[in-house]
């Protein structure tokens, strides 16, 4: 059963740390996509990869927050330093582009961040 | 540019009661919709989409919706709800930017909590 995996499931850290957040896609996935959620905001998009390349990282604060995909089989998001106001619940997605938005994305548990 | 909006934050109904959940979305071009499910502590999952053709869609859970494009609406049903359909409900569109790439938008979100 393919699914897409995020580490660490939960993680509480304090203000000025650096935080990385790991996710796996599912495998033949080209597509990789970074979700924020919180009560306030809802769900807000934060970047998105395609084989490997950033195609869109414009939701993202650029200051302290970084995403790359160093191989097809993992995406990491960082943030440093880290800020109250970055406790949410991060989402990856993946997805298969064949045929533009006719590709549904499958998401992740999430990581539930806390920062004191 | 599109958007979803999703009239309503919360829905209550009984146990075994009929449920509609509103979407209503913009945009300036042919758009693929869907609907996802959110359970608590998890991440989204996917009910149903809407891609071409036929206007009523089936899903999982007995779900169906049914797409109005003079309405621009894309409404969530269900004829008889149980207490394991208590989750939040996102509705989301995305459309071919031509590019083989493609973004979710997603509304805010219903809570839908059923009452024994």
């Known amino acids: 059963d393919a699914r897409v995996t995020q580490t660490p499931r939960h993680k509480v850290t304090e203000m000025g740390q650096e935080v990385t957040m790991r996710c796996q896609p599912i495998?033949?996935?080209?597509?990789v996509f970074w979700y924020r959620q919180t009560m306030m905001q809802g769900l807000e998009l934060l970047a998105y990869f395609r084989n490997r390349a950033p195609l869109d990282d414009s939701g993202m604060p650029k200051d302290r927050f970084s995403a790359e995909m160093p191989d097809a089989t993992l995406a990491t998001l960082k943030i440093q330093p880290s800020e109250p106001r970055d406790s949410a619940v991060y989402f990856c997605?993946?997805?298969?582009?064949?045929?533009?938005?006719?590709?549904?994305?499958?998401f992740g548990p999430g990581t539930r961040l806390t920062v004191l | 540019a599109q958007s979803v909006t999703q009239l309503d934050s919360q829905v209550p109904v009984f146990e075994e009661a009929p449920v509609e959940l509103r979407c209503n979305y913009s945009?300036?071009?042919?758009?693929?919709l869907f609907w996802y499910v959110q359970y608590p502590n998890q991440g989204l999952q996917l009910l149903l989409k809407?891609?071409?053709?036929?206007?009523l869609v089936k899903g999982i859970n007995g779900f169906e919706a049914e797409f109005n494009k003079s309405q621009t609406s894309f409404h969530l049903r269900k004829p008889s709800v149980h207490i394991s359909d208590t989750a939040e409900y996102f509705c989301a569109v995305s459309s071919d930017s031509g590019a083989g790439s493609y973004q979710l938008t997603f509304g805010k979100g219903t809570k839908l909590s059923v009452i024994p």
């Open positions: 945009s300036s071009v042919s758009v693929y």
């Open positions: 997605a993946s997805g298969l582009a064949i045929a533009g938005g006719r590709n549904e994305q499958f």
């Open positions: 809407y891609l071409s053709g036929s206007t």
């Open positions: 495998l033949g996935h080209n597509t």
